[in-house]
């Protein structure tokens, strides 16, 4: 069985987490995509996001974990990203929920927010989610498309 591809990208505020959350990752048996940032030094979270989204545009990883300060810009900038559906999730319900229902495909969190033990615990169990398939949340994930194809055109 091949080890999935996680990318993992964060700014400055979220660099705090970053390397409790690289050990989560691989010994969850990922391969980790890391794309930076390397220290608190101030940086710009869109750039982070668009990073990490454009990895799982073009399949060079198969999800994403995205930290900044509070996580919630983090989540903004990359739902701009058409196919991303990322959540800001604190808690465990959400972060499992979010994948079983929503089929979310970046886990966002604030490293001035939580701690490292309760964000390690978030990445476990998100990454062990997976998408129910059950036809009503396919149907809505297509509705999401649709809003997607859109606003492209604004329509
Ligand atoms: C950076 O100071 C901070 O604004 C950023 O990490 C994030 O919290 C934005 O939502």
């Not at 668009?50 to 990895?55: Q, T």
């Not at 972060?95 to 990445?123: K, S, T, Y």
Request: neutral net charge; hydrophobic residues 45%.
């Amino acid at each position: 069985m091949p080890r999935p591809v996680i990318a993992f990208a964060c700014d400055h505020g979220g660099f705090p987490l970053k390397a409790r959350l690289l050990v989560a990752l691989e010994a969850a048996g990922c391969d980790v995509l890391d794309l930076g940032t390397e220290s608190t030094a101030p940086v710009d979270y869109p750039d982070y996001a668009a990073a990490l989204g454009r990895a799982i545009i073009e399949k060079r990883a198969a999800r994403g974990v995205l930290v900044c300060g509070s996580g919630v810009g983090a989540s903004v900038a990359a739902n701009k990203l058409p196919g991303i559906r990322a959540a800001l999730c604190h808690d465990s319900f959400s972060a499992r929920q979010g994948v079983e229902d929503d089929d979310c495909n970046v886990l966002c969190l604030g490293a001035r927010v939580v701690g490292p033990e309760l964000a390690a615990d978030l990445v476990d169990i998100w990454l062990k989610a997976r998408f129910s398939g059950a036809a009503r949340h396919v149907r809505r994930l297509e509705k999401i498309r649709q809003l997607e194809t859109n606003a492209l055109t604004f329509k």
